[in-house]
């Protein structure tokens, strides 16, 4: 009996423990519920924001009252700095989280960037030009101008030639604000012969020579030119870049060249970007610009150690570190008495420039990075494929063997070539070297090129432009270009380089009785960098 009590005495017991636990698995579920519903619920109204087109702006885009104005909310157009008054653009409609989100980097921000709408302010600071010697077509020069208008450049200086010359070419280029072109005609030459630079002696070991050398003697003849455009056009700092070069701002805050030399001191002259090659992983690059991630550093950013102590794994039998040339680019401060130095330098009739160089920042050059520049740049040059006659076209010693292959193997032998020297095809050693340091992977100007085509802006700058072109503009454009010129007792044109070399050397000494200490700076060439040797290896 006393057990049948005690039964009767746990059963409410029991009871009441169901229905605890029930309560509290019951409690859990909701708790869960909610949590669950919380964050869906938060997701929806982001989403209805945004599609809305409200919410919070996008970190990564600077967001300073002279940055964070775009065009209109809902506008249509595409508006570039130095475009303003280009209001025809009509680019495929895309989403505008497409754009913003190519923009998100892990250190830097894109303040030209959002959604390609740039509500640019004539008061930005400072003012950056371009100037070019190009014969590229469209498909080459667009990418890389409207990719240095993302990074704050707003005018350029195209001095064109060949392909860019043509009707379809101009009309487009002739088309875009803050782009003035420069046709080589025979008036361009009868001005340049009187030029300063032509009738001095510091860039006179390049006057004469067929090839690389005429084409290094044109650019700084170009490039005297476009200082003074520069100046005319308000312009504070100026570039000579190659279309086959991009601007890598690496260091600044912003992904930003204008950003970059806001920072310079006042008291630089010269700010030096050592330049990065193409290291190509295919041998049917079509777009380098958008196919090509992967390049080799400069000897200037990689400590002396790693550089020379995996020197010839990273040449892979060729002459030198890089294919072409070592030395990079560099911008110059808009000043009085400012001239070119050559392609690669600026210099000064008065003084000799403060230069910095810069630790981060760099000029990426996409050099033989299709297969086809082996045949391009062999049309290009009417030189023998000799050991002795190259050395007369090209400054350079790859440039010199690529040449030879191009002119004298079958297409099937230029391929096996081209794979053996310049396509890195062996990814064990990519990836050692890029553990090394030695190669690296850039993908902002990837993904800012793609941006830019997908978002209809090439189509429509070309649609837009108008059918017929006017080359009087050139003449304008000359009118004023260099304000110390001489006047040579014989006129010959820089058409002629190579020939009359004795009839010349007078009118390039008429100057030479006022040159100055700072004056006789000879031109910097391209330059290969620095070589290994078992010297320089033990040291």
Excluded at 140 to 168: C, D, K
Aim: charge should be neutral; proline fraction near 5%; glycine fraction near 4%.
């Amino acid at each position: 009996m006393p057990s049948h009590h005690h039964h009767h005495r746990s059963t409410p017991l029991l009871s009441a423990t169901a229905a605890s636990s029930s309560s509290s698995q019951s409690f859990v579920s909701k708790l869960l519920l909610l949590l669950t519903l919380l964050p869906l619920s938060l997701a929806a109204l982001a989403f209805v924001l945004q599609w809305r087109g409200g919410g919070v702006s996008d970190p990564t885009i600077a967001t300073s009252a002279a940055y964070s104005r775009w065009a209109p909310r809902g506008s249509h157009h595409e508006i570039f700095p130095g475009m303003e008054t280009f209001s025809s653009l009509s680019p495929k409609s895309h989403s505008s989280s497409d754009c913003i989100n190519l923009g998100r980097t892990s250190s830097h921000s894109l303040p030209y960037y959002g959604d390609w709408k740039f509500g640019f302010e004539a008061n930005l600071k400072p003012k950056i030009c371009i100037t070019t010697s190009t014969s590229a077509g469209l498909e080459q020069i667009l990418p890389w101008m409207f990719y240095h208008r993302v990074l704050g450049v707003t005018n350029f200086f195209l001095f064109v030639e060949g392909h860019a010359a043509s009707p379809n070419v101009s009309k487009v280029l002739e088309s875009l604000p803050g782009v003035k072109v420069v046709y080589r005609t025979k008036e361009l030459e009868e001005q340049q012969a009187e030029s300063r630079i032509w009738n001095e002696t510091w860039l006179s070991s390049f006057f004469y020579k067929p090839c690389n050398y005429e084409l290094f003697v044109k650019q700084s003849l170009n490039m005297e030119m476009a200082i003074v455009m520069a100046r005319d056009a308000g312009m504070e700092w100026i570039l000579h870049l190659d279309t086959d070069e991009l601007i890598h701002p690496a260091g600044a805050s912003e992904y930003s060249l204008r950003q970059l030399l806001l920072n310079v001191p006042s008291n630089v002259d010269m700010v030096i970007f050592p330049n990065y090659e193409s290291s190509v992983e295919r041998d049917d690059i079509k777009d380098p610009f958008t196919e090509v991630s992967m390049f080799k550093k400069n000897y200037d950013h990689l400590p002396k150690d790693t550089y020379f102590g995996m020197y010839k794994e990273s040449t892979r039998g060729n002459p030198n570190y890089f294919l072409t040339y070592g030395n990079g680019k560099a911008a110059a401060r808009i000043q009085d008495h400012l001239r070119p130095n050559g392609a690669h330098r600026w210099h000064n009739y008065m003084k000799t420039p403060n230069e910095i160089k810069l630790e981060e920042a760099a000029v990426l050059h996409y050099t033989y990075a299709k297969f086809s520049d082996l045949t391009s740049r062999r049309d290009r040059c009417g030189c023998k494929p000799t050991k002795d006659d190259v050395k007369r076209c090209f400054m350079l010693e790859f440039d010199r063997a690529a040449f030879i292959i191009a002119s004298t193997q079958t297409e099937e032998e230029m391929l096996n070539w081209y794979r053996e020297r310049v396509v890195w095809g062996d990814k064990d050693l990519r990836l050692k070297l890029l553990r090394k340091g030695i190669l690296t992977r850039i993908y902002a100007p990837m993904a800012i090129i793609q941006g830019l085509r997908e978002s209809g802006v090439f189509s429509s700058v070309i649609a837009n432009a108008p059918t017929t072109i006017s080359k009087d503009k050139f003449l304008a454009s000359i009118d004023s270009s260099n304000s110390s010129r001489v006047v040579s007792p014989t006129t010959h044109t820089s058409r002629k380089i190579g020939r009359s070399r004795q009839q010349q050397t007078s009118a390039r000494k008429v100057l030479e009785v006022e040159t100055n200490a700072a004056d006789e700076a000879a031109a910097v060439p391209p330059l290969s960098p620095p070589a290994w040797t078992m010297t320089t290896f033990e040291q």
